[in-house]
Every structure is written in C-alpha cells, then in structure tokens.
C-alpha cells in the first residue's frame, strides 16, 4: 500500500520504510515475550490475541489520518505478527507425531509463501477497484473471519500446556538434582538455543537483503527492466513454496537435516556469486532466481527439525519465541545495511553480501547438530 500512502499523504520512501522498521522490531520483541505465554497460559489463547490484534491492526490503517496513527498500527500489527512461531510451532509440536512432523512443517511453509504471494494481489486488487482504505478494512474482515473460524475449531488448538509444564519442571530437577529455584530463562543459557537465532538472524537478512533490492541491483548489473526483476521475485516465492514441498519429504526421508541445510546453502551461495559475476546470460537469471528460491525452501523443514531438536522439553514456547525473532531482527537489519551499499552504487555488493551471510551460518547448523547429538547421548 506504499504507493496509495505516498500519494495520499505525500510521505518520504524514508518515512514508509521507517513504519516496516516499527513493525519488525515490534514483532521481534513480541515473539521473543510471546513464548513464555504460550508455556504459561498456552498456544490457543496466545493465538486468538494475535489474529485479534491483526484485524485492529489492519482496521487502525483503514482509519488512518496522518503518520501517527500509521506508527500506531505498525505497533499493533507487530505485536500481532509477534505469536506465530511460538504458537504454531508449539501446536504442530503437540499434535503431530514425531515421523510425521517434516511433512507438517512442509505444509506450514508452503501456506504460508502462498499468503505472501497472494496478499499483494488481495490488497492491491481492493485498492484499485475501490481506495486503500476499503482495501485495509477488507483485510480487518478477512481476520476477523480467521479468528471466527479458529474460534470455531478451537477444540483442535489445545497443546496441553499442564503436560508441557511437567515436562519441563522433570528436566529442570534432572538437570538441578539439589532442588535449586530454577529461572524462567535458563534456557538461555543453552548454546544451541544462540546457534538457531544466528542461524535465523543471518538466513532472514539474506532474503529480505534480495526480496528489497534484486530488482534495482538486477537493472544496475545486467539492465533489467525493474517491473520485470520484481516478477524474479514472484519466482522466488514460487520455487521457496515448490522446494518446501520437497523439502518435507527428504527431512523426513533421509533424517539428516544438517545436511540438507548445508547442501541447499552451499547451492545459493554459488548462484548468488554467479548472478554477481555479471557474466551471466540474462535469459538464464528467472531459472536461477527459481532455483535460489527452491533452495530456501528445501532446507526450511530440515531447520526447523534442527530447531525441534535443540529445544528441551516442556519450553518450546520459550524457545520458539526467542529463536525465531532473530527472524524479525533480520528482516529489519539487512535491507538497512544493503542499502547504504545500493546508494553508493553498488549493486554487486548485494548478491556477494547475501553470499557471505549464508556462508556465516552453515557452521552454526553443523554445530547446532553437534549438540543436539550429544545431548541425546
């Protein structure tokens, strides 16, 4: 909705940017507070506010009268967004059985590239039959109607937070045989618990680094029409949904997702360092942005296994939360720092930048599986 925003009430790039910098840091903090309600009260509960705040949030946009209450529902919507790794991770945790549990991440990925893609078409459509803001309560109903549906269903949302907390409390006495108070964080102090936040932090800032600025860098190095490199990126999110498909069934075939993960990052690094090469064929560019994107998401059920087995029992709220809102710091750091780069035209820095951060976490996925491996001995 950038472009209805700007014309309406003629904001800078900067001041938009600005309001998805809110959202993500917000998100980070709320997922990262979020885990600890869900290991306290439960998923659904935790579930039910978050969609709720999404509709106020979407609501609060439509309503909109000047840059504050656009601030003010970047706020909402972040703490929105903020639940659901810890929610849904804990839930498919909880009811699915263990062999089956690639194939439940596999479907959790692939719906959820097919919301991104399909929530541009949805607003934008709204928007250009109709104005922004009956685009923005549009989105408001289409929550509330999520919600009411949850609502409905709500029998299917119990994790059996109880079991989860005896669960925990048998691993903290286990662990502190001399019946110490033990902390609420102590998880944190596990290395793997840092590892798989790294891992997030660096693989989020790689993708939304490309998702930003591909397209300029694209026309800058090869002189691709900017409309069209920003349909490369529609093939990125369409290969991402295609390989986390296929991803499901090697996790859950081979049970090596170390190896996966670093085989899939070792590919995108290469064609990363080839796009930035400038020597390649253009024709060729959409076959390699499908491939990256494939590669995302081959590895995206075997990280999330990793993430499965480096979280201790009766904690996986917790765990979630703070693990996975490395994903939100990402997003928010890495097309900052990208584009100072872009800005001092240097659109090759993109891609070879991209290539070093996912070069950074393949030994936190080797390590992550070298705990967890020996923790299980």
Not at 311 to 320: A, C, I, L, M
Request: aromatic share 12%; charged share 10%; glycine share 10%.
């Amino acid at each position: 909705m950038f472009p209805w925003l700007k014309n309406q009430f003629a904001f800078s790039y900067a001041e938009l940017g600005l309001l998805m910098s809110v959202f993500f840091v917000v998100s980070c903090v709320a997922q990262a507070s979020s885990g600890f309600l869900v290991d306290r009260i439960g998923a659904r509960p935790v579930l039910f506010a978050g969609v709720g705040l999404l509709a106020l949030a979407a609501l609060t946009y439509s309503q909109s009268n000047g840059y504050a209450m656009l601030v003010l529902g970047a706020v909402i919507a972040g703490c929105g967004n903020g639940i659901f790794h810890p929610v849904d991770y804990t839930l498919i945790n909880h009811k699915v059985s263990t062999p089956n549990l690639p194939y439940a991440y596999s479907m959790h990925g692939v719906t959820g590239y097919l919301g991104w893609a399909a929530a541009p078409a949805f607003m934008v459509g709204i928007a250009e039959i109709s104005d922004w803001r009956i685009a923005f309560l549009s989105a408001s109903l289409l929550e509330a109607l999520v919600l009411l549906i949850l609502w409905i269903n709500r029998s299917q949302l119990i994790d059996n937070v109880q079991e989860r907390r005896a669960a925990s409390d048998a691993g903290a006495q286990a662990s502190n045989p001399e019946g110490l108070p033990e902390s609420a964080f102590a998880f944190l102090k596990l290395p793997a618990v840092w590892l798989c936040w790294i891992f997030f932090f660096f693989s989020m800032a790689a993708t939304s680094s490309l998702q930003s600025f591909a397209p300029t860098a694209l026309f800058d190095i090869y002189g691709v029409a900017i409309s069209v490199g920003s349909y490369f990126i529609t093939l990125l999110a369409l290969g991402s949904a295609g390989g986390v498909l296929f991803g499901g069934y090697l996790a859950a075939k081979f049970k090596t997702p170390e190896k996966i993960v670093s085989s899939c990052l070792t590919l995108t690094i290469l064609l990363c360092l080839l796009l930035a090469s400038g020597s390649t064929p253009i024709e060729f560019i959409p076959i390699l942005f499908c491939v990256i994107g494939f590669g995302y998401g081959v590895l995206a059920p075997s990280r999330d296994l990793l993430v499965k087995q480096a979280t201790p029992k009766g904690v996986s709220g917790r765990v979630y939360g703070i693990v996975y809102s490395g994903i939100d710091l990402g997003a928010a750091v890495g097309p900052f720092i990208f584009g100072f780069f872009m800005d001092a035209g240097l659109p090759k820095a993109l891609f070879i930048g991209i290539a070093l951060f996912q070069l950074m976490i393949i030994p936190t996925v080797l390590k992550v599986s070298s705990k967890t491996r020996a923790a299980v001995v």
